[in-house]
């Protein structure tokens, strides 16, 4: 009996140690798939590893990086939010707009309140009244567009006196020689990676993701997590807005249109499901970055900006599936 | 029932009869474990062999190697004398080898014909469904099975036991040379059962090779020839069930014999920690009134649908009563919900561990602590050391079998998985446990296990509430039973003064007692 459960213990032991090794290869596939990227843009362009070049993809990527941020706690929660950018286009022109009208400061805290506002309709919708995720912000997607035109009558908006205010300093800003759009998503990111590994809230999210029965069955309220998750979503879109308002100092009535798709590419390249239950905040990050050196890598290369277009969803395509593979490979060669 | 074995018994050939199926030296491994290891086994024609073995024995999966769902690294598999190789499970079908599952794999909105054809529908006119053949060929196998349902019924509108039917119906498409029962009955009252028994002696008089794979020993005992015995995945002997006992296959089994203790129920009990005074769920159950005391188990005893887990459900906040009250130590409590209902000390282990019960792709540890988060973590932070120390004390006291505590819960046996939930409601530290269903689909160790866990719970002051389709759990752990029939209560029994004919008239809706009295209309 004794040996039996001595040579027991010893084949899970060893279980143990290959399963770790496979988890930390799969888990870091998509780095290594980032470090090749890196690699081959760098041997068609020079300027590609150039310290200046990697701050601008990294400025530039840190808006749709910002809202990735939001969103990927909400399909952790397993549900999608299509909105942000309609909600993106709201919260821009509508922080631009303020800015002349009741100062900086007014504007800013009017544009969180509202951007809020819209998290906490989607929250409602989807937490309280259950409805499908993926109509829901959908509909939002179009219905707040629909918004933004109405507000706007259709005419871009712009800040007159760009000189006379310091409301530039969230998009133009340096901290420390750090750009302050970098700062602000990487903030964000640390942020909402500590809360979701290390609380109890994250916890629970990442429960109602993976079952959301026997979340409930847990005691766990899972109404106001999921509609947390959408605040969190919106609070994530309005510091995007303040980001890309603060940097062009003017804004189109369309200015987020697509970025719930580059958000969502950038979610999916990270490797995190949207079947909910799994994923991480670090992944995301990382999945954004590879988008933005990707579209980088391609404009240096000489290609046109819609290239980019096609190459990202071909990547992702193939992210997925070769992750499905993965899966497949592992369910297989674990007994049930 | 010892008259019916010995019958059986003597219908097999007790001859060395070449076996129509075996399985020879059949190794497999999984990375870092071996599952398997030389395990050999055979079955006769025209007999029905159980298979036994403790969650995580290998039942399943020298099932999945002989269903080619597994391919094995050493060993042979020989039907009919020659040697087969399994690639894939449409081969092993192909060739007569049909695997009827634990979890049904029917599609809820296809007519019985459909389900029963499914991806091998007759075709005519090129790729036209021939209707026609799809259901009088249907129909034959039904007769076959002695079904009373059509092949034109909705498998949605079929019970449970039907459902299974409509399985093994669709074994018979293939005339199978071989089929293997995993666990047929889990899902099953008792009442269901005999007739999934008539089906496989039917199924054995026909000729075809049955393997059982069964925790129940009564049904194995009745139904088998001979019993094949596995543990940690070896191979631990078979014996004759007519010369054999089940406390002689147990201790094949698990290396110990069981003792399943009646004796040991406590008689004082405390005050009521619950009491249901006509509580009513519309279209669920009515007038449901009842008490659990401190330190008392009370059995709920009914068939499926008789509005069990409904109740358990209303009490633990997840449904809106539309009539009667709750009450908790004395005080009527508004339970709007579950999260309410834990803060109440009201736990549930609800009846599907694997849908309701836990988050499968979560590891053990955050499955345990999931319905307590506040006790380990402080500021909202969890507190990883706080969490493993709940984690180790009920791993210890429930002695739960696992590589660690990273292992994900999806990965552990039924009776494991089982535990962790129990767990995950102790460290609540309820005044109330409900139990809905315990120990379906666990093996005799694990479930006697619970038993005794359940009653050693009572005796340290908890109130429990156990729900069951068994009779022998009822009987056996239960102070008091309740009695359930189509949302109703029908009768209120002292657990060591009643009759199984009591009972069984009692879930039927043939008892009258003073309790509440059956009338013929369906609860509102």
């Not at chain 1, 409930?216 to 807005?241: D, E, H, P, Q």
């Not at chain 1, 003017?250 to 909910?276: C, F, M, P, R």
């Not at chain 2, 998985?417 to 120990?439: C, M, N, R």
Request: net charge neutral.
């Amino acid at each position: 009996m004794a040996s039996a459960e001595h040579t027991k213990q010893g084949f899970m032991l060893s279980k143990k140690h290959k399963a770790g090794l496979l988890n930390f290869l799969s888990a870091q596939g998509i780095l290594v798939f980032f470090l090749i990227c890196m690699f081959a843009f760098s041997l068609t362009s020079e300027q590609f590893l150039s310290q200046s070049n990697i701050m601008t993809v990294v400025r530039q990527a840190s808006i749709i990086g910002i809202i990735a941020v939001g969103v990927t706690v909400v399909i952790i929660g397993g549900n999608l939010d299509l909105s942000v950018g309609s909600m993106l286009s709201f919260s821009t022109v509508l922080v631009v707009d303020l800015h002349d009208k009741i100062g900086p400061v007014g504007a800013i805290l009017v544009m969180f309140a509202l951007t809020l506002m819209l998290g906490a309709l989607n929250g409602l919708l989807v937490g309280f009244m259950r409805l499908n995720s993926l109509i829901v912000t959908l509909a939002m997607l179009s219905a707040i567009q629909g918004l933004v035109l109405i507000y706007s009558g259709g005419q871009n908006v712009d800040i007159a006196n760009q000189s006379d205010t310091w409301f530039g300093v969230f998009g133009q800003g340096y901290l420390l020689g750090i750009a302050v759009p970098i700062i602000i998503f990487s903030l964000l990111a640390i942020i909402v990676q500590v809360v979701m590994s290390f609380t109890g809230y994250g916890r629970r999210i990442f429960a109602i993701g993976g079952n959301p029965v026997a979340a409930v069955y847990s005691g766990i309220r899972k109404n106001w997590c999921v509609f947390s998750t959408y605040m969190i979503s919106a609070f994530c879109v309005a510091c995007a807005a303040l980001v890309l308002g603060a940097r062009v100092m003017g804004s189109q009535n369309n200015v987020g249109q697509g970025y719930e798709l580059l958000v969502l590419a950038g979610i999916i390249l990270g490797g995190t499901s949207l079947l909910g239950g799994a994923g991480s905040i670090w992944k995301t990050v990382i999945g954004v970055l590879i988008l933005g050196f990707i579209q980088n890598g391609l404009l240096l290369m000489g290609y046109p900006y819609y290239t980019q277009w096609l190459v990202t969803w071909v990547i992702i395509i193939l992210a997925v599936w070769l992750d499905l593979a993965n899966k497949r490979k592992r369910l297989l060669t674990r007994h049930s | 029932m010892s008259a019916a074995t010995v019958t059986q018994a003597s219908d097999a050939p007790g001859k060395a009869e070449a076996p129509i199926l075996s399985l020879v030296n059949i190794t497999k491994k999984f990375p870092g474990v071996i599952a398997l290891n030389m395990v050999s086994f055979d079955v006769r024609a025209g007999e029905v062999h159980a298979l036994l073995g403790e969650n995580g024995a290998g039942k399943s999966t020298l099932m999945k190697v002989l269903a080619g769902k597994h391919k094995p690294n050493g060993g042979q598999i020989l039907l009919e004398g020659k040697e087969k190789v399994f690639d894939n499970p449409k081969r092993a079908k192909k060739s007569g080898i049909v695997l009827i599952h634990q979890e049904q794999s029917l599609v809820p909105e296809m007519s019985v014909a459909e389900n029963i054809f499914l991806g091998s529908l007759p075709k005519k006119w090129g790729n036209l469904v021939d209707w026609k053949r799809l259901h009088r060929e249907s129909t034959e196998i039904l007769d076959r099975l002695k079904c009373s349902f059509s092949s034109k019924d909705m498998v949605s509108d079929l019970s449970i036991a039907k459902k299974q039917m409509v399985e093994i119906a669709r074994a018979l498409v293939f005339t199978p040379k071989v089929v293997v029962f995993d666990e047929p009955t889990a899902s099953l009252t008792d009442h269901e059962k005999p007739v999934l028994y008539d089906i496989i002696n039917t199924l054995r008089e026909q000729g075809v090779g049955i393997v059982y794979i069964s925790h129940r020993m009564d049904e194995i005992f009745h139904l088998s020839q001979r019993i094949s015995v596995l543990r940690d995945g070896e191979y631990n002997g078979t014996v004759n069930t007519a010369d054999t006992n089940e406390d002689e296959v147990t201790k094949l089994m698990i290396g110990r014999s069981l003792e399943f203790d009646h004796a040991s129920k406590p008689k004082d009990f405390g005050d009521n920690m619950l009491e249901l005074r006509g509580l009513t769920v519309d279209g669920m159950f009515r007038d449901v009134s009842f008490s659990v005391r401190k330190g008392e188990i009370v059995g709920m005893y009914g068939l499926v649908g008789a509005g069990r887990s409904e109740v358990a459900e209303t009490i633990f906040g997840l449904r809106k009563p539309s009539g009667g009250e709750i009450l908790l130590d004395g005080q009527v409590a508004q339970l709007r919900s579950s999260h309410e209902a834990v803060a109440q000390g009201i736990a549930l282990v609800p009846e599907d561990r694997k849908d309701q019960g836990l988050i499968l792709g979560m590891n053990c540890r955050d499955n345990m602590t999931l319905a307590g988060l506040e006790t380990v973590s402080k500021n909202g932070f969890m507190r990883p050391a706080a969490e493993k120390t709940v984690y180790d004390k009920y791993q210890q006291a429930m002695k739960i079998k696992t590589p660690g505590w990273r292992q994900k819960v999806g990965n552990l046996s039924g009776g494991n998985q089982q535990k962790i939930v129990i767990g995950k409601w102790l460290h609540t530290q309820p005044k109330l446990l409900i139990l809905d269903e315990p120990t379906r689909g666990i093996d005799v160790g694990s479930k006697s296990e619970i038993h005794a866990l359940i009653k050693e719970l009572a005796r340290t002051g908890y109130a429990v509430l156990v729900i069951s389709s068994e009779m022998p759990e009822v009987l056996g752990v239960s102070n008091r039973i309740i009695a359930m029939y189509d949302g109703k209560v029908t009768a209120e029994f002292d657990g060591d003064a009643v009759s199984e004919d009591a009972l069984v008239q009692a879930i039927t809706g043939q008892y009258v007692t003073s309790a509440g009295k059956p009338d013929d209309q369906p609860a509102a």
